[in-house]
């Protein structure tokens, strides 16, 4: 009977194992499921340009030419006004609000908002490109941290009142670019501007060709 009895009370031990196996594994299995569902369906990888000797890189880096070319680009449409700048800079500023952070935006928005009250916008026409021989260096991008960088743009800005060349400006802009995992349909690049890190600075005169008249 003892023997009888031990033998019960082991099948019961063993049946209680068993159901505590499989709300593990069921606990598990959701763990994972919930880990599949969550992963990102895409990466975005940042290439250097030049892959003609291939390259080997972590898919979280961003490569510094990729940090200032995303840098000039965003810049540049913020400073590219064909018509009017009283409607061109705000239209811009909303444009590219997906490659801004908020912070940035707000900048912009109440520099436009300045800018038109001191009356330097109206009929305005600006463009910003790069000064020659000054594009990318090493030097020109600074890494804080795997999400933080500082951009060193050379730029010459260009401006007109009406067909009237008003303006000529070689400046250093200092720009903060951060990572920005948002919405990738609006924003591939995975990267914010974050406006300024410092005072930007006029550098010395360069021989350039005279702007052509809009």
Known sequence: MSRFRNGMTA???HIISLRIACVLLFAGLLVTGVGWMRAPSELTIHNPPDLRSGSTRKWWEVPPSTVYSF?????????????NGEVDYPAK??????????????????DAEMRKNS???????????????????NRSVTILDQDHWIAQLDLVADEYYHTESVKRALVRYPLKVVRWEGDPERNPFGLALDCYAATPQRLEA?????????
């Open 11 to 13: 099948r019961d031990n």
């Open 71 to 83: 840098a000039f680009y965003i810049f540049q449409q913020l400073n590219s006004w064909p018509k």
């Open 93 to 110: 500023i909303a444009q590219m609000s997906p490659y801004l952070t908020p912070s940035c935006q707000d900048f912009l928005n109440k």
């Open 119 to 137: 009356d330097e916008l109206r009929d305005r026409v600006r463009v910003v490109y790069e000064i020659p021989r000054r594009g990318y260096r």
């Open 206 to 214: 360069v021989t350039l060709p005279e702007p052509e008249k809009k």
